[in-house]
T-cell receptor
Framework: AQSVTQPDIHITVSEGASLELRCNYS??????LFWYVQSPGQGLQLLLK??????LVQGIKGFEAEFKRSQSSFNLRKPSVHWSDAAEYFC??????????????FGKGTKLSVKP | EAGVAQSPRYKIIEKRQSVAFWCNPI?????LYWYQQILGQGPKLLIQ????????DSQLPKDRFSAERLKGVDSTLKIQPAKLEDSAVYLC?????????????FGPGTRLTVT
């Protein structure tokens, strides 16, 4: 069965410091992988996605993620965190089935706090 | 472009009462999703519609939850009767579907508290 594990429930970093959020997945084939961000009281917003090809993908707001098949990981990174990045981050694995439909399975999320 | 609209934003009910949530997706989005997000967890898909047909409702507790999307646009999710464990945020999302299924646009959610 597909599953996503985000080992860190809560991370605190200083503003300007680098960030890495971990994500491990379980999936039988090459997965579609995603990172979403959820600000307090808001819905989720897609940050970036990986389908195939280059294993380093760029997203919005200066985020990037690297797909490592050997480690079943898709970690999210940002070189310099801004206070506005404080939010909850969700990794998700998706599948397109039947050629026409797909759905997402989310991890439990990592809450990011940013110290001034 | 207007986003996904949901109402109400907050709802407090007692157990065994009924409640309904409404969602209006982005215009032209054929696929609509309802997710349940319990505190401290990621969203869990409850039901997925393609136009007005159900694609996946395998995780919907059908003894108490129901959902419809009669005209292929707006959708309503109902809980009857509610249990304490139904306290959660209910998120609606929509997408163009097909190969762009992952480009899901989420509404702000309805926070349900069952007392």
């Amino acid at each position: 069965a597909q599953s996503v594990t985000q080992p860190d429930i809560h991370i605190t970093v200083s503003e300007g410091a680098s960030l890495e959020l971990r994500c491990n997945y379980s999936y039988g084939a090459t997965p579609y992988l995603f990172w979403y961000v959820q600000s307090p009281g808001q819905g989720l917003q897609l940050l970036l996605k990986y389908f195939s090809g280059d294993t380093l993908v760029q997203g919005i707001k200066g985020f990037e993620a690297e797909f490592k098949r050997s480690q079943s990981s898709f970690n999210l990174r940002k070189p310099s965190v801004h206070w506005s990045d404080a939010a909850e981050y969700f990794c998700a694995v998706g599948a397109l089935y039947g050629g026409s439909q797909g759905n997402l399975i989310f991890g439990k999320g990592t809450k990011l706090s940013v110290k001034p | 472009e207007a986003g996904v609209a949901q109402s109400p934003r907050y709802k407090i009910i007692e157990k065994r009462q009924s409640v309904a949530f409404w969602c209006n997706p982005i215009s032209g989005h054929a696929t609509l999703y309802w997710y349940q997000q319990i505190l401290g967890q990621g969203p869990k898909l409850l039901i997925q519609f393609q136009n007005n047909g159900v694609v996946d409702d395998s995780q919907l507790p059908k003894d108490r939850f129901s959902a419809e999307r009669l005209k292929g646009v707006d959708s309503t999710l109902k809980i009857q009767p509610a249990k304490l464990e139904d306290s959660a945020v209910y998120l609606c999302a929509s997408s163009l579907g097909g190969e762009r299924f992952h480009e899901q646009y989420f509404g702000p959610g309805t926070r349900l508290t069952v007392t």
